[in-house]
């Protein structure tokens, strides 16, 4: 099976812009999360969707956003850029059966700058 | 709380066996999971144990947990040039959902 792709992985935007990332999971695989990464704070949770719903969330500004297709394929948003949202994102994928249940994959993540 | 901790480095020759270690204070975890991350990549899931266990081993991996200290290890026999990278150890706690809660992560360099 083809790993979770995620597209652009490189993305350079200036600020008040948006962006939107994209992540395509393992087939098969019904819920997606996202995380961010920086030097500063590390990975912390962004959200998670499952069956088209925002199952779970973390503790980012208003201004983060996402949503999921019903073929699983997810998209997150962030509007209004500011110089701190310069980081990886990070998508992951998994399966939800009874064997691996909640086990996540990652993708090669989306390398955001703002400048 | 939520709160995950590892030590930031770690050197050691190649052939030697690496150990990694994490605290964490969530006593309700249920899945704890090591990922490996090379530079310029994404998370790569190493293996992962359930609250209920002591141990697991798989191929040159063994790790370890300690519910009492809540004191998870990753040891890795026989460690090579191309195991260099962040080592994340993760919590998933009950009640949670999906959500994984990561180490600050530990810089594994492997020297000749």
């Known amino acids: 099976k083809a790993g979770v792709t995620q597209t652009p992985r490189y993305l350079i935007k200036t600020r008040g812009q948006q962006v939107t990332l994209s992540c395509s999971p393992i087939?098969?695989?019904?819920?997606v999360s996202w995380y961010q990464q920086t030097p500063g704070q590390g990975l912390q949770f962004l959200f998670e969707?499952?069956?088209?719903?925002?199952?779970n969330k973390g503790n980012f500004p208003g201004r983060f956003s996402g949503r999921q297709f019903s073929n699983s394929r997810s998209e997150m948003n962030v509007s209004t850029l500011e110089l701190g949202d310069s980081a990886l994102y990070l998508c992951?994928?998994?399966?939800?059966?009874?064997?691996?249940?909640?086990?996540?994959?990652f993708g090669p993540g989306t390398r955001l700058t703002v400048l | 709380g939520e709160d995950v901790e590892q030590s930031l480095f770690l050197s050691v020759r190649e052939g030697d066996s690496s150990v990694i270690n994490c605290t964490y204070t969530d006593s309700s975890s249920t899945y704890l999971y090591w990922y490996k991350q090379e530079p310029g990549a994404g998370l790569q899931l190493l293996t992962y144990i359930f609250s209920n266990m002591d141990m697991k081993q798989d191929q040159r991996l063994t790790v370890l947990l300690n519910k009492k200290d809540k004191h998870l290890s990753l040891r890795i026999a026989d460690t090579q040039t191309g195991d260099s990278a962040i080592y994340f150890c993760a919590e998933r706690f009950t009640g949670g959902g999906n959500k994984l809660t990561f180490g600050t992560g530990t810089q594994l360099k492997v020297e000749l």
């Open positions: 969707y499952f069956s088209e719903t925002q199952r």
């Open positions: 087939s098969g695989h019904r819920s």
């Open positions: 992951a994928s998994s399966p939800q059966d009874r064997l691996m249940r909640d086990t996540q994959y």
